[in-house]
C-alpha cells in the first residue's frame, strides 16, 4: 500500500513543479533561459569597458568603436519593427521595408508593446555623429564599411528570423531594452565618470546645446526622456507585456525564450569580434619616434627583447 502512496506524492510534486513552470512569466522565463549568457556577457563588458576610458585613453574613439559593433543591432531591430507596424516614422529609418504579412493578434501586439521613447535609433545616430565628427551620411558610410562578419551575421539574422515568426520581436525589445535600464545605467555612471573634456564637451554648456536627457551630447544612447530617468517608461513596457503576453501560445512563447538565448550569444560573439579588430588595429598603428629609432640603429632581436621588458 505505501508504494502506490510514495508514487502518488510523486505525481503530485511532478504536477506543483510543471504548474510553477507554467505560471512564471516570459520575463521570468527569458530570465532564466539566458541567465548563465547574461552573466558572461556583463563579464566581457565590465572587463573591456574600462579600456575606452581614462587612464587607458586619452580620447572616446576607442568607445566609438564599440558603438559602431552594437548600433546596427538596434538599427536593424528597430526598422524591422516600424516596417511591421508601416510606422511612418520609418522614413527616417533605413530605407526599406519588410515584406511580411503579419496575423491581426500579432500586430496587436506588438502595436501595444511599441513606445516610441525607447527607440534608440536617432540616439546612436546622433551620438556617432558627434564622437566620429561625421554627418548622418558620413556614419551611414562607415558602418558599411566596416567588415565586421559577426555583426553582418547577426543583423541578418534579425531579418530573417523576424520575417519568419514576427512574435521573435519581443525577446530583441526585452533584452535590448531592459539592458538600458540595469547594466546601461551603471555604464552611463562610468562613462559620464571621464569628464567633460575627455567628451570633448564644455562643462559650461547650457540646456540648450544639452540635457538631462542627454539631448546635444554625445552620450544620448543612455540616456531617456522625462524626469524619471526613464524608471516610468520601463515599468510601462513590462506593464504592457504582462498583459500582452496573455495573447501569445505556448509555442510562442518558446520561440522568444530560444530568440533571446540568441541575442545573448551573438552579442558576445560580436565582443569577441570587437576583441579581434582592436587587436588587429593595435599592431597596424604607426611606429613612434622612439620606436623608429630603436628599429633601425638596433638588430631585431635586441628590439624585440627591450619591448618584451617594457611591457
Known sequence: MRRPARHSQGQEQHSIEHSIEHT???????????????????????????????????????????????????????????????DPTLRHQRKWALRVEVEERTRMILERLY?????????????????LR??????????????????????????SSVS??????????????????????WMRAKILGAGANFWDESPHSGSDEKDKCGRGSSLSF??????????????????????????LTAEERQDIVREAQDIFRHC?????????????????EPMSLPQLLLKHL???GMVDLLQGISR
Do not use: C
Open 134 to 159: 561625421l554627418s548622418h551620411d558620413g556614419v551611414e558610410e562607415r558602418m558599411n564599411r566596416q567588415d565586421w562578419p559577426r555583426l553582418h551575421a547577426f543583423t541578418a539574422h534579425i531579418e
Open 115 to 131: 513606445i516610441p521613447e525607447l527607440l534608440r535609433t536617432e540616439r546612436l545616430r546622433q551620438d556617432l555623429k558627434m564622437l
Open 268 to 284: 558576445v560573439l560580436l565582443v569577441e569580434e570587437l576583441d579581434d579588430m582592436m587587436a588587429i588595429q593595435k599592431t597596424t
Open 24 to 86: 512564471r512569466s516570459l520575463p521570468e522565463e527569458i530570465n532564466a533561459a539566458t541567465k548563465q549568457t547574461h552573466t558572461r556577457l556583463n563579464r566581457l563588458i565590465l572587463a573591456r569597458l574600462p579600456l575606452a576610458l581614462p587612464p587607458h585613453t586619452n580620447d572616446p574613439s576607442t568607445y566609438a568603436i564599440g558603438l559602431l559593433q552594437f548600433a546596427p543591432v538596434y538599427f536593424v531591430f528597430e526598422s524591422v519593427w516600424l516596417a511591421l507596424l508601416k
Open 298 to 300: 638596433l638588430p631585431m
Open 164 to 185: 519568419t515568426k514576427p512574435h521573435l520581436l519581443i525577446a530583441y525589445a526585452w533584452v535590448l531594452y531592459m539592458a538600458l535600464f540595469s547594466g546601461g545605467r
Open 222 to 247: 543612455l540616456h531617456f526622456d522625462g524626469l524619471q530617468d526613464g524608471e516610468d517608461i520601463k515599468q510601462d513596457f513590462k506593464s504592457r507585456l504582462s498583459k500582452a503576453e496573455a495573447l
